[in-house]
């Protein structure tokens, strides 16, 4: 099993930048791919960026979302720039073994971080 935790939500106005953060624990051997996807109110699930565990490769989807991480703390950083009003969303952290990593199927989710972006 892996336990998945954000921090680092909040509210910020447009233009400003957050960063979230991801801690993971628990059988961890055996993942591909870790992810931010988000969900806005009456929206779909979206897959924001994912990172390869393997290779460090990232996957973006916007260029203003850049993901980091502490291979030691395992911990896995999304670093959100020029955010807009229309950014504003649950942000989930999420784990895979397997599959594609441009997905919003993935097998382990963290509990999710609101980001609110006022204009």
């Known amino acids: 099993q892996v336990h998945l935790v954000e921090s680092g939500g909040g509210l910020v106005q447009a233009g400003g930048s957050l960063r979230l953060a991801c801690a993971a624990s628990?059988?961890?051997?055996?993942?591909?791919?870790m992810a931010w996807l988000r969900q806005a109110p009456g929206q779909e699930r979206e897959y924001v960026v994912g990172?390869?565990?393997?290779?460090g490769t990232t996957y973006e989807t916007d260029p203003r979302f850049v993901l980091s991480r502490d291979n030691a703390k395992n911990i896995m950083y999304l670093q959100m720039n020029s955010l807009k009003p229309e950014d504003t969303a649950v942000y989930y952290c999420?784990?895979?073994?397997?599959?594609?990593?441009?997905?919003?199927?993935?097998?382990?989710w963290g509990q999710g971080t609101q980001v609110t972006v006022s204009s």
């Open positions: 999420a784990a895979k073994g397997h599959g594609a990593v441009r997905s919003n199927s993935y097998e382990y």
């Open positions: 628990g059988r961890m051997d055996n993942l591909v791919y």
């Open positions: 990172m390869s565990l393997k290779y």
